[in-house]
């Protein structure tokens, strides 16, 4: 089974940046759908941002409209591994992140998702 860890979250001033990297413990399909969701306190799983690929070449990235312009997904195929660059960072933006991976390079609900990691917390506050 795909194991799927994250890492970089944080305590972050409002303003600030943070990386998160979502490394994968074998080979990922070749066509699939990487995403980043999170889950802020007393709230439902929320999409963030997803990445689809096909042959390992990515084609499509979408965003929740509330990150569009402050965070940046991105996937290293040959490292099997997916990023989510935030940029000025909100308290809104408080929430554990998780990444998600499937071999639907056209997958957009959170459903559609074979794998999942344990997610990585990220605390923005002054």
């Known amino acids: 089974q795909v194991q799927l860890v994250e890492s970089g979250g944080g305590l972050v001033q409002p303003g600030g940046s943070l990386r998160l990297s979502c490394a994968a413990s074998?080979?990922?399909?070749?066509?699939?759908?990487m995403g980043w969701y999170r889950r802020a306190p007393g709230k439902q799983r929320e999409l963030v941002a997803t990445i689809n690929s096909r042959g390992n070449l990515n084609y499509a990235e979408k965003y929740v409209d509330s990150v569009k312009g402050r965070f940046t997904i991105s996937e290293d195929n040959a490292a099997d591994t997916v990023y989510l660059q935030m940029n000025n960072l909100k308290p809104e933006d408080t929430a554990v992140y998780y990444c998600?991976?499937?071999?639907?390079?056209?997958?957009?609900?959170?459903?559609?998702?074979?794998?999942w990691g344990r997610g990585t917390q990220v605390t923005v506050s002054s």
């Open positions: 074998q080979r990922i399909f070749s066509d699939k759908t």
């Open positions: 998600a991976a499937t071999k639907d390079p056209v997958a957009t609900e959170v459903g559609d998702y074979e794998h």
